[in-house]
């Protein structure tokens, strides 16, 4: 894929039509990269770490413009789409995210940390992720945390998280209230949506 920056003809575009321009016109898609591309890192890089981070958003758009000519644009708008391709690539590397969180939970704020992962923890969660709500998170199974963190970090709504997903609206709810509720047990009732929501990237 083409990196450098799309013809002038495509900034004013919506990113869908920008799309369905890149089927004939491949270097078209540029214009996505650059668009998406920061965002995907930051949800990527929230949900594994930085070392795990630059890896899956490249190949979130490398797939994304392998698969560009499957793209409907009636279905739905690119970013859920683009968020659907990154959560299925976080999805084979779901015992990096476990361990991710894990870590997080047991890093003391003031130990000296020695494994990778430990460093990474301490990193993230110096920068204000709990380690209950880490332990919750890492707790939670694999679609319940896709449809919190989608909802929490990339600020899908259900209709976008569904399209992301490939499910129905009515599953993206029930996954989000048992998460909520299973991360609010975890935490002595605070809401963890917002706690999520509130910690740095």
Do not use: C
């Not at 799309?19 to 996505?32: C, D, G, L, R, T």
């Not at 009636?74 to 995210?97: C, F, K, M």
């Not at 476990?98 to 940390?113: E, G, M, N, T």
């Amino acid at each position: 894929m083409d990196e450098s920056h799309a013809p002038d003809a495509a900034a004013g575009l919506p990113g869908e039509a920008v799309i369905v321009k890149s089927w004939h016109e491949p270097e078209m898609f540029a214009e996505i990269f650059h668009r998406h591309f920061d965002e995907i890192h930051r949800y990527v890089h929230r949900r594994l770490g930085s070392e795990a981070a630059d890896e899956i958003a490249a190949e979130t758009f490398l797939a994304a413009f392998r698969r560009r000519q499957r793209f409907d644009p009636d279905r739905g708008a690119v970013r859920p789409w683009l968020y659907g391709i990154a959560t299925n690539l976080i999805g084979s590397h779901r015992r990096a995210e476990r361990r991710f969180y894990k870590a997080l939970a047991r890093v003391p704020a003031d130990d000296v940390v020695h494994g990778h992962d430990d460093r990474v923890a301490a990193q993230v969660s110096a920068g204000g992720v709990s380690k209950e709500l880490a332990a919750a998170l890492a707790r939670l199974s694999s679609g319940d945390r896709d449809v919190l963190l989608l909802v929490a970090l990339a600020d899908l709504t259900y209709e976008e998280v569904a399209l992301a997903l490939g499910v129905k609206y009515g599953t993206v709810a029930s996954r989000l209230n048992r998460a909520r509720r299973k991360l609010r047990e975890a935490l002595g009732g605070v809401n963890p949506t917002l706690m999520i929501e509130e910690s740095p990237a």
